[in-house]
Nanobody
Framework: QVQLVESGGGLVQAGDSLRLSCVASGRTFSNYFMSWFRQAPGNEREFVAI????????GYADSLKGRFTISKDTAKNTVYLQMNSLKPEDTAVYYCEAGRYKTYVRSAYEYWGQGTQVTVSS
């Protein structure tokens, strides 16, 4: 059974940092792209960042470059999202997703987790 399990969310103040984790299990993801998406209340789910298990390629939403960093630990089958200088507009449920293509289009992804809530107070 394929599982992506996110953790690390919480309630923080503006300017704080958080690191989200996503543990992948149930199949081999070595040829998959791993991404973080987020969804705020009333909004569509939007792309945040992408990486691949093979190599060091990464990509980010333009508005988040410089504040968010995606990384991975292949030995732990875990993908991380380091979020710095958090703002109230970063409040959302953050989802880890896996797909075969390097794309920002959410519908192309095959697997996703239940999400972890991040709330940033002003």
């Amino acid at each position: 059974q394929v599982q992506l399990v996110e953790s690390g969310g919480g309630l923080v103040q503006a300017g704080d940092s958080l690191r989200l984790s996503c543990v992948a299990s149930g199949r081999t993801f070595s040829n998959y792209f791993m991404s973080w998406f987020r969804q705020a209340p009333g909004n569509e789910r939007e792309f945040v960042a992408i990486t691949t298990w093979n190599g060091g390629s990464t990509g980010y939403a333009d508005s988040l470059k410089g504040r968010f960093t995606i990384s991975k630990d292949t030995a732990k089958n875990t993908v991380y999202l380091q979020m710095n200088s958090l703002k109230p507009e970063d409040t959302a449920v953050y989802y880890c997703e896996a797909g075969r293509y390097k794309t920002y289009v959410r519908s192309a992804y095959e697997y996703w987790g239940q999400g972890t809530q991040v709330t940033v107070s002003s």
